[in-house]
C-alpha cells in the first residue's frame, strides 16, 4: 500500500482523529492553513472526485455529514468554514486519495491564493 492515507486509515501512520465512522476519517492537517485545518476523508481508497462512480454517494453523504458535525464541534459552524478538494497536480492534490480541506476559523477571501 503507497497511498499515505489508506496507512492513516489502516493505522500504520499516527495522525490526530478528530473524527472517525464506518465510512469516514476525519484528521488535523499537518500543515495548517487556518486555525483550524482538518482533512476529511472516505476510509475507501478512491484517487480523487474525478474517479466518483455511483457507488461512492453514500461516502459523499457521510463526508458531508462528518464536515458540518466537525464545524460545529470546532465551534466554526455558526461563522463559515470551506470545504475544498483539490484535483490533480495543477490544482495542487498531493496525496492521491480523495480528501476534503475543512478550513475555518478565520476570514478568507476569493479567489484564494
Known amino acids: 500500500m503507497d497511498c499515505l492515507f489508506c496507512k492513516i486509515v489502516a493505522?500504520?501512520?499516527?495522525?490526530?482523529?478528530?473524527f472517525e465512522?464506518?465510512?469516514?476519517?476525519?484528521?488535523?492537517?499537518?500543515?495548517p492553513q487556518a486555525p483550524t485545518h482538518i482533512l476529511v476523508i472516505p476510509k475507501d481508497h478512491v484517487?480523487?472526485?474525478?474517479?466518483?462512480?455511483?457507488?461512492h454517494a453514500?461516502?459523499?453523504?457521510?463526508?458531508?455529514?462528518?464536515a458540518a458535525?466537525?464545524?460545529?464541534?470546532?465551534?466554526?459552524?455558526q461563522t463559515g468554514y470551506r470545504l475544498i478538494t483539490n484535483i490533480g497536480r495543477e490544482a495542487g492534490q498531493t496525496v492521491f486519495h480523495l480528501h476534503f480541506?475543512?478550513?475555518?476559523g478565520r476570514p478568507m477571501g476569493w479567489p484564494p491564493g
Open 58 to 66: 453514500g461516502d459523499l453523504v457521510a463526508i458531508f455529514k462528518a
Open 21 to 31: 465512522d464506518d465510512a469516514v476519517l476525519a484528521f488535523r492537517d499537518i500543515n
Open 69 to 77: 458535525e466537525i464545524a460545529s464541534a470546532e465551534g466554526i459552524a
Open 101 to 104: 480541506h475543512l478550513i475555518g
Open 47 to 55: 484517487a480523487s472526485a474525478a474517479e466518483l462512480e455511483d457507488r
Open 11 to 18: 493505522g500504520e501512520v499516527p495522525s490526530e482523529t478528530v
